[in-house]
């Protein structure tokens, strides 16, 4: 088992070692890409709303509920 | 809502989601189709034994590397864009959406990472056999992946399979083959692997005909121009037969974005399909709104009533019928839609308020109602009417969806003539001569991106104001955020993906340069 992990981890090694130079700039560009996703677009611009203003499934069910419910012709005031 | 979400929140959002799908589709169908052409090139290498065959493999086989590493995990941004620009939604499908998306992270992961690295890497290192399996496996590994986001958007222009809880707000999935089988999925998965498949031929003619041009590798130009004709030929009956099959559904359900493909506004029997027309502003309207004629069109008559039932003298209804409703022809109107979705809240309202009360009695009462098979088909499935306020709200963008809908369809068919027309001149032996073919194959490059594109602007636009078709209004979907953020994030998305777009062109280009290794 370990021999083939070993394996496949060589073959990995080897095929990165041996990048042309086209994939050596993909692979820089991959890197960068999703630096930018995670690092800064996710964290920054991009946190998820239910979980971020709620603390649990329960009050975002309430939350979004409310929102179905609602809507600007909707004016019998029993909610 | 009782928020008041400003349209220009509803605007930036749905153009920022706009401007993501639009660029994540550029680097998508590419994927799709050269995979299966890299596939056939080494399945032809193998089977032969020529190193040419090896050759015209890996040099496709780079530019198709390219294109996946650049365009990998684009779509991610979609789901973070669901997230924080579309909560109300997200939640709302949370669990449809759920096990398409966990199946489609699995395959996507196992089978596209782990054989495209035997792919490039294991070039006399693992068997040509294996090689070329992985390379087949990457093929329907990359499609496959493509089929669960594409029955997770048919589901949201045809939801089916599933029951509302009104406990969670959420919509939980009842049958999964029903979800999966939906026919907007069928269709849209098919008609869109075979638009990937004919795009990725027309690339590679475009490509081998400038090596032609060049008067450089003419074998290899010539080999790879036979392939790509061959199968983008097969692609263009496929992706031709799917779409026929997709209108015919959009007609059963979604019949108002039809009848905007076809600008139809009043229904008639015996109606022709528009080959070809020019739209003008009507005197008529529906509200507010004013409706489309045409200015000028070239008409099959009795052809759209012909597709649509398989019958000369069916029904074919118009916008008019679709929003006012025609008893004769059985058509519901908005109003009694509206009525039956505001019941629906009502149900939904009284649930609330015994949960608040403590009424469990009634709240259980109410529960079970949601689960009932008629109050579904009768009451619940007009939801989203109640969050509509005017009827001329259910007609989309006319000229938009018409136009979208006729330019795609016109692109389509001159496909069909370039690659009979490639297939003519490698027969003939005279593709080296017609320069002036070769470079209209050249330039012929960018036509399938835009056709592709145009299919989703029109099956986007075209179900306007619904984010789920009869659930679920846009304005219904989008979260209360500040407009400031989003318009920000629309502009580093911009930056961004055509950051990344530029580097792609360019390291493509300097490949193709560079042309295939001896």
Redesign the interface.
């Given at each position: 088992m370990i021999r083939i992990i070993s394996r496949i981890a060589g073959?990995?090694a080897?095929?990165f070692r041996?990048l042309s130079s086209?994939?050596r700039?993909?692979?820089i560009?991959?890197l960068i890409?999703?630096f930018?996703?995670f690092a800064i677009?996710?964290l920054f611009?991009?946190?998820?709303?239910?979980?971020k203003k709620f603390g649990n499934?329960k009050e975002?069910?309430?939350y979004?509920?409310?929102?179905?419910?609602?809507?600007?012709?909707?004016h019998?005031g029993?909610? | 809502?009782?928020?008041n979400i400003d349209l220009t929140l509803i605007g930036w959002s749905r153009a920022q989601f706009a401007l993501t799908a639009i660029y994540h589709w550029l680097f998508v169908p590419l994927t799709l189709g050269l995979s299966f052409i890299v596939a056939i090139m080494e399945t032809l290498y193998v089977r032969s034994g020529n190193e040419e065959w090896k050759k015209i493999t890996r040099f496709w086989m780079?530019l198709f590397?390219?294109n996946f590493?650049?365009g990998?995990?684009?779509g991610?941004?979609l789901e973070?864009?669901f997230?924080?620009n579309w909560?109300?939604y997200?939640?709302?499908v949370g669990d449809i959406f759920g096990a398409p998306l966990a199946v489609e992270g699995i395959v996507a992961f196992f089978l596209e990472s782990t054989f495209i690295?035997v792919m490039?890497?294991?070039w006399n290192?693992v068997s040509r056999k294996f090689h070329l399996i992985s390379t087949w496996l990457v093929a329907v590994g990359s499609n496959l992946s493509a089929l669960w986001i594409l029955v997770a958007n048919g589901w949201m222009q045809n939801p089916v399979g599933m029951a509302f809880n009104?406990?969670?707000?959420?919509n939980e999935m009842v049958s999964f083959w029903e979800v999966l089988f939906n026919q907007v999925a069928v269709d849209k998965f098919l008609h869109t692997i075979s638009s990937g498949f004919l795009l990725a031929s027309v690339f590679v003619l475009g490509i081998s005909a400038w090596f032609l041009l060049k008067k450089r590798e003419s074998s290899f130009a010539r080999r790879s121009m036979l392939v790509a004709s061959v199968f983008g030929i097969l692609a263009s009956f496929m992706n031709a037969y799917t779409g026929d099959s997709s209108a015919r559904t959009i007609a059963k359900v979604q019949p108002v974005k039809f009848a905007a493909m076809e600008a139809l506004t009043e229904g008639k029997t015996n109606a022709g399909l528009v080959a070809f027309g020019v739209l003008k502003e009507s005197e008529n309207k529906v509200g507010e709104k004013y409706l489309k004629d045409f200015l000028f069109k070239i008409e099959l008559p009795g052809l759209l009533s012909m597709m649509t039932s398989g019958d000369r003298d069916a029904y074919v209804p118009g916008v008019i019928d679709l929003v006012h409703g025609n008893r004769d022809r059985n058509i519901m109107s908005f109003d009694e839609k509206k009525t039956r979705g505001e019941l629906a809240?009502k149900t939904?309202?009284d649930y609330?308020?015994a949960v608040k009360e403590g009424n469990t009695a009634l709240r259980d009462s109410l529960k079970n109602v949601f689960a009932e098979k008629s109050f579904n088909s009768e009451y619940f499935r007009f939801f989203g009417y109640?969050?509509v306020?005017k009827a001329e709200d259910l007609i989309p963008d006319l000229s938009g969806t018409f136009y979208s809908f006729h330019l795609m369809v016109i692109l389509g068919f001159a496909f069909i003539m370039l690659f009979a027309l490639t297939l003519y001149h490698l027969f003939r032996g005279t593709i080296e001569k017609a320069r002036w073919f070769l470079w209209l194959c050249l330039l012929s490059i960018p036509l399938p991106y835009i056709a592709s594109e145009l299919g989703w602007v029109l099956a986007e636009l075209g179900r306007q104001p619904w984010i789920i078709q009869d659930l679920m209004p846009v304005s219904?979907a989008v979260?209360n955020?500040g407009s400031g953020?989003v318009i920000?994030?629309f502009f580093?998305f911009a930056a961004?993906f055509t950051t990344?777009l530029i580097?792609e062109v360019s390291?493509m280009v300097?490949?193709i340069k560079s042309g295939p290794k001896h």
């Open positions: 073959f990995y080897d095929g041996n086209w994939g700039k993909v692979w560009i991959i890409k999703l930018i996703m677009l996710r611009f991009f946190p998820d709303f239910l979980n499934d975002r069910s309430e979004v509920l409310e929102q179905l419910i609602n809507s600007p012709d909707n019998d029993k909610h | 809502m009782t928020e780079t590397g390219i590493a650049i990998v995990a684009t991610i941004i973070f864009e997230g924080t909560s109300n997200s939640w709302f690295a490039f890497f294991g290192k009104p406990e969670t707000a959420r809240r939904l309202i609330k308020n109640a969050s306020e219904a979260t955020i953020s920000a994030t580093i961004l990344l580097a390291i300097k490949q």
